[in-house]
């Protein structure tokens, strides 16, 4: 009996030590496994984000050529934008005087203001002269002017005429220029610009270099 009860009593004592082990397992894993939410890295943010987001082109901004530009009239919004062109020269479209801030940003950058005012009538009331769209576009082929950038309020009918004409210079035909004015003056469209683009004489300003990359487009 009483070796009966010597085994019990040894058999209770091995199950409490394994019970203990068991505890103690159970208790090292909960001391390894982390279930906290991780901490996370604070995000980098480049020091120039913020300038990039400042980068805004004007209404209607396209390239041209190399060194010409074409858009709608800038205002202090597109200042930051502008300046990574690194602008010589603006040819200006409209008769009214340049604003004041657009007149101390040129003179901020060193910009020149070219101004050729065309009146901005609408059909049939159209008269685009021609002796000022010829000054304007030897002002466009100077390269000492380049890079140069080409506005007017919208950069759709005065800037799109003067654009179709550098065009026929360039020897496109008239049905690329005729697109390229479309795609900007989209339901503005006048077919008084087109016909005006289309009878516009070149051969005066034949003589001046050109030293575009378009210039032999749609020969």
């Known amino acids: 009996m009483k070796d009966d009860n010597t085994a019990t ?3 209770t004592q091995n199950r409490q030590h394994q019970v203990c082990r068991t505890t103690g397992a159970v208790s090292s894993v909960d ?5 906290s939410p991780p901490v996370m890295s604070p995000e980098v943010v480049p020091s120039n984000a913020g300038d990039e987001l400042n980068l805004i082109p004007s209404l209607n901004f396209a390239m041209v050529d190399n060194g010409i530009f074409r858009s709608g009239f800038p205002d202090s919004a597109n200042f930051s934008f502008l300046q990574t062109l690194r602008l010589r020269s603006i040819i200006y479209l409209c008769p009214e005087p ?15 203001l070219f101004q050729f005012g065309i009146e901005g009538y609408k059909e049939p009331f159209v008269n685009i002269p021609q002796d000022t769209i010829r000054e304007a576009l030897k002002a466009v082929l100077d390269v000492r002017n380049h890079p140069v950038l080409i506005h007017c309020k919208r950069g759709k009918h005065r800037t799109g005429c003067l654009v179709g004409c550098l065009r026929k210079l360039q020897r496109w035909c008239l049905s690329s220029v005729f697109d390229e004015y479309q795609r900007f003056a989209a339901a503005k469209a006048r077919v008084s610009d087109q ?6 004489d070149t051969s ?13 487009k749609n020969r």
Request: with cysteine; net charge positive.
């Open 98 to 112: 340049y604003p004041e801030a657009n007149n101390e940003f040129l003179k901020a950058n060193g910009i020149r």
């Open 204 to 216: 005066s300003l034949k003589h001046l270099p050109m030293s575009f990359s378009c210039s032999k």
């Open 9 to 11: 009593a040894n058999l």
């Open 31 to 35: 001391q390894v496994v982390d279930m």
């Open 195 to 200: 016909r005006f683009m289309e009878l516009f």
